[in-house]
């Protein structure tokens, strides 16, 4: 994260990398022998639903070995939300 970024700017995109983090960590974690009722699980899965709900509905059951294809559109959209409202907020909110 580059030093000139306003603080809405360095707050919006924290946001988005620890959205990455937490789809990445529930990744790792579906690969793992723990049932739903661990509270580190639904933890991460309750964080992280809004975002990959939708996508899980849309995009047919398939796995492709050991990757989900949801996380993976899950990563793709973030990255590419991150792009568009770190461009917006560049070019509204001048540099303090």
């Not at 899965?45 to 059951?61: E, H, Q, S, V, Y």
């Not at 792009?83 to 917006?88: E, L």
């Not at 907020?89 to 303090?96: E, F, K, L, M, T």
């Amino acid at each position: 994260m580059p030093g000139n970024y306003p603080f809405v700017q360095q707050g919006i995109h924290l946001f988005f990398v620890l959205l990455i983090v937490m789809i990445f960590v529930r990744a790792i974690i579906s690969w793992l022998p723990v049932g739903m009722e661990n509270p580190i699980v639904r933890f991460f899965t309750n964080l992280t639903a809004p975002l990959l709900d939708p996508i899980i509905k849309r995009i047919p059951r398939i796995a492709i070995g050991q990757l989900d294809m949801t996380m993976a559109v899950g990563f793709v959209f973030v990255w590419w939300a991150i792009s568009r409202v770190d461009g917006f907020i560049a070019v509204s909110i001048p540099n303090w």
